[in-house]
């Protein structure tokens, strides 16, 4: 997006409209509920994503359009099927040659599915207190630990981890000697299991792991030894603006529903005030989180990004996808229960909890105002 056009470029545009046509073309309304039922992974799915050229690191804007019009129609499905390369920036920022040449290309080319594995039963929004070790050993590097709420969990050939590779030298760095490794899945010692019957996103592969002395070798450590913490934090800055697109689709998904809705009905219905002030009030808050949205991308993707801003546009653009859903599972009211609305219902809340919480998002912003002000001073 050049700057203050407010235009994306026409290739960008062409994307979003592949996109959405793919959609609404392969999320069929079956599909759509036995994923949701069952709990499955779309890899059929998602090998089609692959095949119709959506997942390229080439132009991140096409990822990201795709993102928003996937998740408009279906954010279960949308999500995972793109999801299937969670972590890439990882390696495409910090990786070896190797690892990239064995880990990262056949990701993008849709061989091999990845996951990011951070979270642990007791440390989730706490990254620094996460308490899963990986010890250098005569051989190479020795991880035992425990993770939780791991997408691609149970279906990544391999995850990008996060864990403790020396204690922490003070109660101020508790950040410090957290070592980032590729391990995966089929070695011995690793021991994925999935998560079932969780409110939304149903169609994501979500799991527990535990890592019993999984044996790493040397060249499997990306970037430097101690400083996984920082590898993590770039990458949440890139993946943040994703889930933003995420929120920006669900919400415009559940606005299209809304619309189908109040077309079904007597016009004296649309007709009431409250009815019209709350299409206005959603259609200028989807355009809101949309601008910041893409104000955010913007930066990221020409690799000046600005924290504060990433962390505005995921945290208020899922607490938009959220409010949305609210004002219209409220219109809708009981006629709402079972349908595509409620489903859409359920997709919106993870919004506000994974890659930062809400909270989490608001205390990065305050800080980086603060610090303005002490530069100031
Ligand atoms: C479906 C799903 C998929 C996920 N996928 C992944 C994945 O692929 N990889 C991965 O590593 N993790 C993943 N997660 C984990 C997710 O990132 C964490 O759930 C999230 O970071 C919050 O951590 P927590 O659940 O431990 O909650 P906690 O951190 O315990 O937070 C609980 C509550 O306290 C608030 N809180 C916490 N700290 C503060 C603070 N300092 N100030 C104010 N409020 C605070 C939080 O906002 C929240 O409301 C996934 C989670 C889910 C549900």
Redesign the pocket.
């Known amino acids: 997006m050049s700057d203050l056009s407010f235009e994306l470029p026409q290739e960008v545009e062409e994307t979003r409209k592949r996109a959405r046509d793919f959609a609404l073309r392969e999320f069929t309304n079956e599909l759509i509920e036995h994923f949701d039922e069952t709990e499955e992974y779309p890899n059929e799915i998602r090998k089609k994503v692959f095949d119709a050229g959506f997942i390229t690191i080439e132009n991140p804007w096409n990822m990201l359009v795709t993102m928003e019009e996937f998740c408009r129609v279906d954010p279960g499905i949308g999500l995972s099927t793109l999801a299937s390369v969670?972590g890439s920036e990882i390696l495409l920022l910090y990786g070896t040659d190797e690892q990239k040449e064995k880990y990262l290309y056949p990701t993008l080319k849709g061989e091999k599915i990845s996951?990011?594995?951070?979270?642990e039963p007791g440390a989730?929004?706490?990254v620094a207190g996460i308490s899963s070790r990986i010890e250098k050993t005569e051989k190479g590097w020795m991880l035992n630990g425990h993770k939780m709420?791991?997408?691609n969990g149970t279906v990544a050939d391999h995850y990008y981890l996060l864990a403790r590779s020396a204690p922490p030298p003070s109660k101020e760095k508790r950040h410090h000697g957290l070592t980032l490794a590729i391990v995966e899945r089929r070695w011995n010692g690793v021991n994925p299991v999935k998560l079932k019957g969780?409110l939304g996103?149903r169609a994501?592969d979500?799991a527990e792991i535990t890592f019993e002395n999984v044996a790493v070798p040397n060249e499997n450590i990306v970037g430097e030894e101690g400083k996984g913490f920082y590898i993590i934090m770039t990458f949440f800055n890139i993946s943040r603006v994703y889930v933003a697109a995420q929120s920006v689709g669900t919400a415009q998904g559940i606005l299209d529903l809304l619309l189908e809705y109040l077309a079904e009905k007597p016009a004296s219905f649309r007709e009431m005030e409250y009815v019209q002030f709350a299409l206005a009030e959603i259609s200028a808050l989807i355009e809101a989180a949309r601008n910041i949205t893409y104000k955010a991308a913007t930066k990221v993707f020409s690799f000046n990004p600005d924290p504060a801003l990433t962390s505005m546009a995921k945290y208020y653009a899922a607490e938009i996808a959220n409010q949305v859903a609210n004002t219209a599972f409220k219109i809708v009211g009981i006629e709402a229960s079972g349908s595509k609305l409620e489903k859409l219902y359920r997709d919106a809340k993870?919004t506000e909890?994974?890659?930062?919480?809400?909270?989490?998002e608001k205390?990065v912003i305050s800080r980086m105002i603060l610090k303005k002000i002490q530069e100031v001073k």
Do not use: P, R, Y
Request: net charge negative; hydrophobic share 50%; aromatic share 12%.
């Open positions: 969670f996951a990011v594995a951070v979270t989730g929004s706490d709420f791991i997408t969780k996103m994501t979500t993870i909890i994974w890659e930062g919480t809400s909270e989490i205390l």
